[in-house]
Every structure is written in C-alpha cells, then in structure tokens.
C-alpha cells in the first residue's frame, strides 16, 4: 500500500500566482485532512473532509480552498498565493470515528515557497 | 483554550544514552495522547496512543507515560539509537470537539551523536 500520496514535494511559487497540492489516499478512508507546519509551531488544521462531497474549515482556512470529489483525493488550492503562505502542507487521513485508538496517517509533505 | 506544551525543544545526546521528552497539556475533556516520530524533510509517524485508563506503553525503546491527574506525559527512549535523531510531537485529543479535535505540541528536536 502506498498509504498517503501527496504532489509535488517541492514548489516556489511567485506572489498571486495559483496551484493546487495533491493528496491521495489507498487505505478507504473516510477522513482526510490538510495541516500546515511552520517553525516554532505546532501542526495547525487548514481544512478536512469526512467523506465525499463533504469539507469543512480547520483552524487555518483563508486563502485556501478544497474539494473532496472521490474518496481517495482530496487536493488543496491556491488562489492567490502569498508569502504567509510558505510552510510545509501536510495531507493526512484516517478512520472517520478517530475514537480512542484510530490511527492518523501522514503523508510525506508538500514544501512550499512563496516569493 | 486547549494548549499542549512540550519540553525540551531540543536536546543533544550521545548515541546508547537514555532520555526522556516532557508533554503538559491543558486539553479537556480529555480523550487520549499520541506521541508521533518526525524524521527530517518526512511526514509524523504514530509511536504510541494512550487512553485516560493507561499510564504506561511500550514501543520497541520508547515507552509513554501518562499521568491523567496532572495532566503530564513523558516518552523515555532507551539505548539511543542514530536514527532515533528526529523530532517528536505530542498530541492531544479531545472528547467530541470540532474538526479533528487535535491540539498539536510544537515538537521536541532530538539529536543523537556519535
């Protein structure tokens, strides 16, 4: 199994241009989440997913956008990317009940630069 | 407002040495901990999850403690190993709570040398 698949690992980016970063998932989960990792932080939730057609807000959300079509994908947008937006993007997926034991599943990480 | 806090934020030890790694957390009402392993430039890895009945649980060389009543975790690596070099991060779920019900700690970065 692959487990969580995320695209690219690396992109600069110029201020407002727009791109969208690419997760995907070969475990059928229901829940599938974005999380941005910045220095000196904790990983903060941008937006997350408990099933197709179904999105909600993190902690995080402005300037980002998502969609969640199939189960397996769930890719995050850029519109108008800015410089706050550097960090590194983290898709992540699981069980939809997390409960006691459900395990959360990372992928490997999407470094983004924004000049 | 819920808040992890992980000490220290980082540490240097030489490799076959022992350590632990502190996590305080005002999280309520509280569901379980996770400690994850962050190797360098890759995605958390879940190391331990443990539930309010639990107060000890081994993986391999690394065993979590967890003290319910003063809200304090610890993970003890033993026998440092090289690869053990990476950063490690406390988190802590809620019962219920919106979105993911996550509260993340900022991670302690280990170093283990030669």
């Known amino acids: 199994n692959a487990g969580v698949t995320q695209t690219p690992k690396f992109q600069v980016l110029k201020t407002g241009q727009s791109m969208t970063l690419q997760c995907a998932q070969d475990?059928?989960?229901?829940?599938m989440s974005w999380y941005r990792q910045d220095p000196g932080m904790g990983l903060r939730l941008i937006h997350y997913?408990?099933?197709?057609?179904?999105?909600d807000q993190g902690e995080v959300p402005n300037g980002y956008n998502v969609s969640r079509s199939t189960t397996e994908d769930f890719p995050l947008r850029l519109l108008s990317a800015a410089p706050s937006q550097t960090s590194v993007y983290f898709c992540?997926?699981?069980?939809?009940?997390?409960?006691?034991?459900?395990?959360?599943?990372f992928g490997e990480g999407s470094r983004l630069t924004v000049l | 407002k819920n808040q992890v806090e992980q000490s220290p934020q980082s540490l240097i030890i030489l490799e076959g040495k022992n350590c632990t790694l502190q996590c305080n957390y005002t999280v309520s009402p509280f569901s379980n901990l996770r400690w994850y392993k962050q190797d360098t430039g890759r995605g958390p890895v879940s190391l331990t999850i443990?539930?309010?009945?639990?107060n000890t649980k081994s993986n391999g060389r690394y065993t979590a403690t967890l003290d319910a009543d003063t809200k304090q975790s610890s993970l003890h690596i033993t026998a440092s190993q090289l690869s053990d070099s990476a950063s490690y991060i406390c988190v802590v779920k809620v019962v219920g709570g919106g979105a993911d019900g996550l509260t993340f700690g900022k991670g302690t970065h280990l170093i283990i040398q030669p």
């Open positions: 475990m059928n989960h229901e829940y």
């Open positions: 997913s408990v099933g197709a057609g179904i999105t």
């Open positions: 443990m539930t309010f009945s639990e």
């Open positions: 992540a997926s699981r069980i939809r009940n997390l409960g006691t034991t459900g395990e959360l599943f």
